[in-house]
């Protein structure tokens, strides 16, 4: 696993399986927080990350349900057993009592009761807000490190050349529903967009870069 520092206070791991999948471990004065979990193959890079850091790690917040993104919570929870957050839509889907949007299958992807609704005190500690962007989930949400200036957009976007792009169409249950969310860029306008699956896009002008995103599916 590769773990750059892409700010002041945050790391992205990143490991690559055929496509890349990426974490972020958010420090500040309280500790660390794990936004996304990426796979369980990755909780030990993730592990040797907190170690490094010298700081406890506080809780585990995560964009969205999907097996990329939960699926190193149990491996980090045997050994820091923190609290896990998300946005509250997006339970019933990873605890396996409703398929996905577009899925055939319900899957359990965690314990019932585990994974509670994002709580803002935990986030602002962790120099976070949350957002909710659905489309690629119904519950996805992107987390805005408003110091750092980067917005944590988990599978919001992908990129291609150093530009935002549309998220995976496989995997995304309301494409349309995904683009129109992706305006949070230009309500935000952060100067790094860092993308789970792609590399980070930096941000010149967010009104102009979003437009440019929303022109290639028209
Ligand atoms: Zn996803
Ligand atoms: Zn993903």
């Avoid at 773990?3 to 999948?21: A, L, R």
């Avoid at 919001?156 to 995976?168: A, I, W």
């Avoid at 305006?183 to 010149?204: E, F, M």
Wanted: aromatic residues 8%; contains cysteine.
């Amino acid at each position: 696993m590769k773990t750059v520092q892409i700010s002041d206070h945050i790391w992205k791991c990143t490991t690559w399986i055929g496509f890349s999948i990426s974490a972020w471990v958010v420090k500040s004065d309280e500790g660390l927080t794990l936004v996304d979990s990426g796979i369980p193959l990755m909780a030990n890079g993730l592990k040797k990350c907190f170690k490094e850091l010298q700081a406890p790690l506080k809780s585990i917040v995560l964009t969205h349900g999907h097996s990329d993104h939960v699926g190193g919570v149990k491996r980090i929870r045997d050994q820091y057993p923190v609290p896990v957050y998300v946005h509250e839509t997006e339970i019933p889907y990873m605890e396996g009592k409703l398929p996905f949007p577009g899925r055939k299958k319900a899957e359990k992807l965690t314990e019932q009761g585990l994974v509670q609704p994002f709580d803002t005190n935990v986030l602002s500690a962790a120099g976070l807000t949350a957002y909710h962007t659905p489309g690629h989930s119904p519950g996805h949400t992107v987390f805005f490190h408003e110091q750092d200036g980067v917005l944590l957009a988990g599978d919001l976007f992908t990129s291609k050349r150093g530009r935002l792009n549309r998220p995976m169409p496989m995997f995304t249950s309301d494409m349309k529903q995904a683009v129109e969310s992706g305006a949070i860029v230009k309500q935000l306008n952060p100067k790094r967009v860092s993308i789970c699956h792609s590399g980070d896009v930096s941000i010149t002008n967010a009104e102009e870069q979003y437009e440019e995103y929303v022109l290639q599916f028209v």
